[in-house]
């Protein structure tokens, strides 16, 4: 409690501190083609009040620091474009995004106070190369833990998927370089099959989003975006490295890409990643098979002209993951020690050896895309095929190498959509999406969910409409999904076919309002429906990385969301900015799990798991300040609360994420020409205990949730310049103090604590070898 209130004193401190003026904004400046919106390399910007010449990097990007509020005027140039102009005002850090066209001269006045982003005005945060590049070696899901508001759902240390506000799995949709993710997401402790190394960003859109990303999106969507391809001749190249102590894990990524000097729309990236660990150490522990080694690989090839393109893109992701020895128990007395147990059951040493219970994972994606600029506006059309196989292997009296479970989901995907040409003052986009999918098990196997193809069609509209201080956003989107499934019943197996089909609408309307130069405010409702999964429907049996045994409910029904979000952002003085959200979400035939009576089969001894269907209702807010005490050094705050309520009960939901503060400060500064981008950083976390149980929760689970925790990081690194080439070095240190702690979201809370401390060493070295770059600054005098 005493470093809880601490926490609370620093951020009042923060927000009564007197606001000074100074000229100390970070502004991230984004140059892109007008058309397809590829970066654009090399342009040449000069800023008129500053009398300071910028030139754009690889990825079309350049930062300004220790910027003044106020209105600038931006000189763009570069080879084969005119020279444009653009007043923009300044009042905030940020991100601010330019459009350069072959023949275009404007000069107009903008406003920036946050990211402009062509994406849905719903609540959004998004993680940079910058802040990727700190996190680099995570999964997907433990990196976005440092967004407000998103939690993880975890399986130990070696499986983590995103929840945000209290959903997660089939209410949240993952895109992987604009293709929806379908990995058998529904399982708990089925982490994305993605690479984070792919991304150049990783964007999270909170709230209800179906409109334009799919009818599922009931708690957001996760946009993983990679860098677009080089168009400019020459190549360039990423190396990165990561070394973990806690369980001696390296991870080592590469990327090249290159644009072909004689054939300038022609570009090609290769990409590549390994990753091994061995077990894990909790305080004092080392916890038995929770080993990982991963290897993926990708590979794109594009054809890029001003008003028409194309691009072919393959990515594999392959993973062997252990499942902790002790989560597999023989049989009551066993499961009861393991949980009333402080320390492992199962005694381990160190070891990269991976033993039954144990899970092995590929998914491989195909996709191709193509864009053409029409009269009417641009047309995109994307293809995509998935293959995803999953095995799990379990613990077995006599050894053998086959697997007792051998998942196989096929999925094809195809999306039309067409960004139409400003009509009046409204500019949107019409599409249309469609999804055949096809999941089977191998003959024999230990039955889970049966075998099952689905179909779906869906189109949607979204326009928006922009005023002089005012956006308004509306869209419209009509679902159709059908299911063939075939169960096998009763104890002769007999196979049943079931078929079922669903259809509904969603909608959004947003409307953002700016307030004077300092603040602006949003107001979004959304309403979308999701229908119910194989999983929830059918299940039963083994859910072997949760071990645990999940019973399907064949009468639950679709789920109907109506979310309404309200959104604060602004600055007081020059040094604080304040970003304070508030949504309310009523889901009507909300499906959730309930633990029930444990259970021995001849798998081992195992807690349930039953699928049912209540009114819920989930309210919370997400609430950040940052002060910037100088231009180097700033303090972040972050806090994030929810109340999940059962409504039909008139008591609380089971399985929500419990609040959280955080407190992050860094200092960061230019050593010297060789030593540039040196930072320290220490992050305060504090967890509450989930108190907000049922009032049952003591006959239908146990133990009860475990206790509020405390987590210390700290991090230093700088960029080193060995001539022209730079070498962005950091060493972090997670779980400074060793704290011995468990997640309320993790399925082995009931047998395990999290890890102890790790350190981790990053190293990423960027190289760009330019055939063709012309010096442009002659040009601006």
């Known amino acids: 409690m005493q470093r809880m209130t601490a926490l609370l004193l620093l951020l009042l401190f923060q927000l009564t501190a007197m606001a000074q003026r100074e000229c100390d904004l970070h502004i991230e400046v984004s140059v892109t083609e007008k058309h397809n919106g590829q970066p654009l ?197 990423e190396l990165n490295m990561a070394a973990f102590s806690n369980n001696r894990m390296s991870v080592v990524s590469g990327m090249v890409g290159h644009n072909f000097n004689k054939l300038p729309p022609l570009s090609f990236r290769l990409q590549g990643t390994y990753k091994k660990g061995g077990n894990y150490r909790i305080p004092g522990y080392w916890v038995a098979n929770t080993g990982v080694d991963e290897k993926n690989y990708s590979a794109a090839l594009g054809w890029n002209k001003l008003h028409y393109g194309a691009e072919v893109f393959y990515s594999h992701f392959s993973t062997d993951l252990g499942i902790y020895t002790g989560s597999h128990t023989g049989n009551q007395n066993d499961l009861n020690a393991a949980i009333n147990s ?190 119910p999964q194989s999983n929830e429907l059918f299940s039963a049996g083994l859910h072997h990385g949760a071990a645990r045994v999940e019973y399907g409910n064949r009468d639950l029904k679709p789920e109907r969301s109506y979310n309404i979000n309200g959104e604060l952002v602004g600055m007081i003085g020059s040094k604080l900015k304040l970003d304070i959200s508030l949504y309310n979400q009523y889901i009507h035939n909300f499906i959730y799990l309930e633990p029930g009576t444990d259970l021995l089969t001849i798998r081992g001894y195992f807690k349930t798991f039953g699928y049912k269907q209540t009114d819920a209702n989930l309210t919370g807010t997400d609430v950040s300040a940052t002060y910037d005490w100088t231009s180097k050094l700033s303090t972040s705050f972050k806090g994030a609360f929810l109340f999940a309520r059962n409504v039909s009960q008139k008591d609380w939901l089971i399985l929500m994420p419990a609040d959280r503060l955080s407190l992050n ?42 206790g509020a925790y405390f987590l210390l990081d700290a991090s230093i690194g700088t960029t080193i310049m060995l001539g022209k080439q730079p070498m962005e070095l950091s060493l972090t240190t997670m779980n400074i103090l060793n704290q011995r702690y468990r997640d309320y979201l993790d399925a082995f809370r009931y047998f395990i604590d999290q890890p102890g401390r790790n350190v981790v060493l990053r190293l990423r070295v960027p190289m760009n070898f330019d055939n063709n770059k012309k010096n442009l600054i002659d040009e601006i005098h």
């Open 41 to 237: 390399f090399p342009v040449v910007a000069h800023i008129d009040e500053l009398n300071r010449t910028y030139e754009t990097n690889e990825r079309g990007r350049f930062t300004m620091d220790s910027v003044c509020a106020g209105t600038y005027t931006f000189h763009f140039h570069a080879a084969g474009y005119e020279h444009h102009v653009e007043q923009v005002n300044i009042v905030s850090s940020g991100e601010v995004r330019f459009k350069l066209g072959h023949v275009y001269t404007n000069l107009e006045e903008v406003t920036v106070t946050t990211e402009r982003n062509a994406t849905l005005l719903q609540d959004k945060d998004k993680l940079n190369s910058e802040a990727l590049a700190r996190e680099s070696g995570k999964s997907i899901g433990d990196m976005l833990q440092s967004i407000n508001g998103v939690s993880v759902i975890a399986n130990g240390a070696t499986v983590a998927k995103p929840v945000i506000h209290g959903l997660h799995s089939n209410r949240i949709i993952m895109l992987n370089n604009g293709v929806r993710q379908e990995d058998q997401q529904w399982g708990g402790e089925h982490a994305p099959n993605i690479d984070p190394f792919l991304a150049s960003d990783i964007t999270v859109i909170k709230g209800a989003s179906s409109v334009k990303y799919g009818a599922d999106a009931i708690g957001g969507v996760v946009l993983v975006e990679p860098a677009p391809l080089r168009r400019q001749p020459g190549w360039d190249a």
């Open 342 to 531: 402080d320390t492992p059951l199962v005694p381990a040493d160190f070891t990269y050896e991976l033993k039954r219970p144990r899970q092995h994972v590929e998914h491989d994606l195909v996709k191709t895309k193509m864009y053409l600029d029409s009269r009417i506006g641009m047309w995109h059309a994307t293809y995509a095929y998935q293959h995803n196989y999953r095995q799990e292997f379990d613990v077995l009296r006599k050894e053998s190498d086959k697997a007792q479970m051998n998942l196989t989901l096929n999925t094809q995907t195809l999306n039309l959509n067409l960004e139409h040409r400003p009509l009046w003052k409204l500019t949107g986009e019409v599409g249309v999406d469609g999804i055949v999918q096809e999941n089977f098990i191998q003959p024999g196997d230990r039955l889970f969910i049966p075998n099952y193809r689905s179909r779906g069609l869906a189109g949607y509209l979204l326009e928006r409409y922009k005023g002089e201080d005012w956006t308004l956003e509306g869209g419209v989107r009509y679902d159709y999904r059908w299911y063939e499934l075939f169960n096998p019943e009763g104890t002769s197996g007999q196979v049943v076919r079931y078929v079922l089909d669903y259809k509904n609408i969603s909608g959004t309307l947003g409307y953002v309002k700016q307030l004077g130069t300092r603040w602006k405010y949003s107001v979004i409702l959304s309403n979308a429906w999701r229908a």
């Open 665 to 706: 400060t860094i200092y960061t500064t230019d050593i010297s020409e060789k030593l540039t981008k040196a930072f320290v950083s220490v992050q305060a976390k504090y967890v509450f205990s989930q108190w907000r149980i049922p009032q049952n929760f003591d006959q239908i689970d146990y133990p009860r949730p475990p």
